[in-house]
């Protein structure tokens, strides 16, 4: 690829420039601050949207009271029970039953202390469901 | 602790941050910068044989098969220190408090150290790059505050980490957990036999990329994933296909690669590496592998069409599949060639 012909699409990336390998006029390897690939931001998307639908879906089962609220913020937190389990070491079978709404709502503090810590938050915010999308980390 | 005698950085600007592709090269040659020997990232990554094809259907990462267009964590690390010399130490600790006071202690006597994290909990990436992934490396030299200053390779700007986030990434769980590790040269020599390891290195890298006698490695896993390619449409259905075609071009092209899934930065070692030993076979190499890296975009081009249109012809399948054998083809007569001029 050509130092002129790197790509320098508009990214959800936003300021951040990625290091990209190019041939300058005399044929030499430079590196080249690329803003993205519109390739990039296609697939790019797509993996983040469809993390952001099953987000948004365990978001609308917590609020109808399917399933407990920290089921909400390991998804936001891209875990599962598994990863949750080994992040918190507490046995995944427990994990999977606070999962649910009765199993939760049976948590002391300090088990609640451990999950809010792994999941990078408050035992306040780990209790509650938001009323509106949110993404990720404040 | 006293800060009067302590050599601990405060100023973000008084470290010289490069920019690179990937993260584990560009951790090795910032260390290494750091002790004295400039090399350049393209020369780490080439030395350190970071070039590889990888395709595993059965294991998974964040449910889709591992395809790689490189070689396994840390092997970068491990080849340098055996090709050119230097002697790495490594430390991985028990608790979060213990880890994070053994990084103050190195700060404090002013020693820069690479160190493995994991990028969901790194604030200073923007969200949409923020997957759970345990494998990243960056340089961690000072420390104001409660921030701790990054020299986060793949990052063009020097940059800050609040501690209780860096504890987060340094100590989260799951595959590939970094346990805190932490890692910085304690002896570089100060000229190393660079030309004498060039040689070993390609060779190296050229048999790995066409000898290994299992379908998974180097240009047979190429093919391996060509042939399985073809067959996902029918076998996983529309959405899915879609998804996997995606994931493999986000680890072709996606921030770490320098481009093409790791061919351009190994061609600007290629030419380096030419330029160094005045070796003309070497330069042709690295323009061939120009060549197969552009032929890898029209491969992430096609993919993304295909996610974004959702027109599900078979046929767009069997052209990507073409366009991966094709490379494959390519890649193995370059490497082959490789094999025979040293």
Redesign the interface.
């Known amino acids: 690829?050509k130092a002129r012909e790197?790509p320098q699409d508009p990214s959800?990336?936003?300021e951040?420039?990625?290091?990209?390998?190019?041939?300058n006029d005399e044929?030499?390897?430079i590196?080249v601050?690329s803003k993205g690939?519109?390739?990039?931001s296609?697939?790019?998307?797509?993996?983040?949207d469809?993390v952001r639908e099953q987000i948004e879906a365990v978001r609308q089962q917590a609020l109808k009271g399917e399933v407990s609220p920290l089921t909400y913020h390991m998804t936001l937190?891209?875990?599962d029970a598994?990863?949750l389990a080994?992040?918190t070491g507490i046995w995944r079978w427990k994990v999977k039953r606070h999962l649910t709404v009765k199993g939760f709502a049976g948590l002391n503090h300090e088990l609640l202390m451990r999950y809010a810590d792994a999941l990078?938050m408050d035992v306040e915010r780990l209790r509650q469901v938001p009323k509106e999308p949110e993404?990720?980390?404040d | 602790m006293s800060t009067d005698s302590s050599q601990l950085i405060t100023d973000l600007n008084n470290f010289n941050h490069r920019?690179?592709?990937h993260c584990e090269s560009g951790t090795v040659t910032t260390l290494l910068r750091s002790q004295g020997l400039d090399l350049t990232?393209?020369m780490v990554f080439g030395l350190g044989g970071g070039i590889f094809f990888i395709y595993m259907p059965l294991f998974k990462m964040?449910g889709m098969p591992l395809t790689a267009y490189r070689d396994a964590p840390r092997i970068i690390i491990k080849n340098i220190c055996k090709r050119l010399g230097v002697r790495m130490r490594s430390h991985r600790y028990r608790t979060p408090e213990e880890g994070m006071a053994a990084l103050d202690d190195f700060l404090m006597q002013g020693i820069p150290v690479g160190i493995q994290g994991n990028v969901?909990?790194l604030?200073y990436?923007?969200?949409?790059?923020?997957?759970?992934y345990n494998g990243h490396n960056m340089v961690v030299f000072g420390k104001k505050d409660n921030e701790y200053l990054v020299s986060d390779p793949?990052?063009?700007q020097a940059t800050t980490c609040p501690a209780?986030?860096l504890q987060?990434a340094r100590f989260?769980?799951?595959a590939f957990?970094p346990k805190g590790l932490l890692y910085y040269p304690d002896y570089v020599p100060t000229d190393p036999d660079i030309a004498g390891a060039i040689p070993v290195a390609i060779k190296t890298t050229a048999k790995r990329m066409t000898e290994i006698p299992i379908p998974f490695f180097g240009v047979r896993g190429m093919r391996f994933m060509a042939n399985r390619l073809i067959k996902w449409p029918e076998k996983f259905g529309i959405k899915r296909a879609?998804?996997l075609i995606?994931?493999v071009?986000?680890m072709q092209?996606?921030?770490?690669t320098?481009?093409?899934g790791f061919r351009?930065?190994y061609?600007?070692f290629l030419?380096?590496a030419g330029d160094l030993l005045d070796n003309e076979a070497l330069r042709e190499a690295?323009?061939r592998l120009?060549r197969t890296?552009?032929r890898w975009?029209e491969f992430?081009?096609l993919?993304?069409q295909l996610?974004?249109g959702r027109k599900q012809d078979p046929a767009a399948y069997k052209d990507l599949a073409n366009v991966v054998r094709d490379c494959a083809d390519r890649e193995e007569a370059i490497f082959n060639d490789l094999k025979k001029v040293f």
């Open positions: 690829m790197v959800m990336l936003g951040h420039r990625r290091a990209c390998y190019a041939t044929g030499e390897y590196i601050p690939w519109e390739v990039e296609i697939v790019n998307s797509q993996a983040v469809e937190r891209h875990m598994r990863l080994a992040n990078g993404y990720l980390v | 920019h690179a592709a990232e393209a964040a969901f909990w604030p990436f923007p969200e949409e790059m923020r997957f759970q793949v990052v063009e209780a986030d987060r989260a769980k799951g957990a879609s998804a995606g994931n071009v986000r092209e996606e921030i770490g320098g481009g093409a351009f930065i061609a600007a030419q380096e690295s323009k120009s890296g552009d975009r992430a081009l993919g993304a996610c974004k």
